[in-house]
Each structure stands twice: as structure tokens, then as C-alpha cells.
Nanobody, 127 residues
């Protein structure tokens, strides 16, 4: 069973940067899709970015494209979300999730599909 722990959140001014980490333990995440979601108060959880562990292929949401980058470190079993040019609307709790995708599928962006979640890390962007 995979366990996920996020870190790296905090308070930053608009235009600033943060790097979130999602460390996986319990077993290797080889074969998994690792996904970042976020949830602002009063809003639904939304897809931010995903990476397929074995191939390194990835997707990012249109709302963060060009500003956020997802990457992984095989040796550390860790996924990162580099967030640049942060905006107040990026303020949310950010969650890491993981699951082995169906064969030959595209990334699944529905949060309800994912079985394994971290506890979340808060990102607050001040204007």
C-alpha cells in the first residue's frame, strides 16, 4: 500500500514561487499515475497536473499551463510541483493522489477515481 506525504506549502506574494513535494512510501510507485489536485474553500477539488511514473509523460490544467511544472525523482520516490508566477486564485489546499491507470488510458482527471491521497498542504498567495 502506498502512503503519500505532501510538503512545501506556505504563504507567498503574488508573482512568487513555491515547490511542493509528494513523497511516496510503502512500495514503489512504478506504474502509477501521480496527480496533483487542489481545493479552494467552497469549491470542488480540481485537477492541476499529473505525471505517469514509468514514461514521464504529463498533463497540466489549462489554468496553470506555463506556470506550473510537474516532475518526479525516481530515486527519491517523490513527485514535485514547481509553481511559478503564483496568483491569488491559486490559493488552495493542494493534494497528491496516486493510482495505477487502466491500460492504454489517458490521464484521469476525476478526483473520485483516485484511491490513495496525501493529507494536503496549504498554499496561500497574497495580492
Amino acid at each position: 500500500q502506498v502512503q503519500l506525504v505532501e510538503s512545501g506549502g506556505g504563504l507567498v506574494q503574488a508573482g512568487g514561487s513555491l515547490r511542493l513535494s509528494c513523497a511516496a512510501s510503502g512500495r514503489t510507485v512504478s506504474g502509477y499515475d501521480m496527480v496533483w489536485f487542489r481545493q479552494a474553500p467552497g469549491k470542488e477539488r480540481e485537477f492541476v497536473a499529473a505525471i505517469r511514473w514509468n514514461s514521464g509523460s504529463f498533463r497540466t490544467a489549462d489554468s496553470v499551463k506555463g506556470r506550473f511544472t510537474i516532475s518526479r525523482d525516481n530515486a527519491k520516490n517523490t513527485v514535485y510541483l514547481q509553481m511559478n508566477s503564483l496568483k491569488p486564485e491559486d490559493t488552495a489546499a493542494y493534494y497528491c493522489a496516486a493510482r495505477v491507470p487502466p491500460p492504454r488510458s489517458d490521464f484521469i482527471r476525476a478526483p473520485g477515481w483516485y484511491e490513495t491521497w496525501g493529507q494536503g498542504t496549504q498554499v496561500t498567495v497574497s495580492s
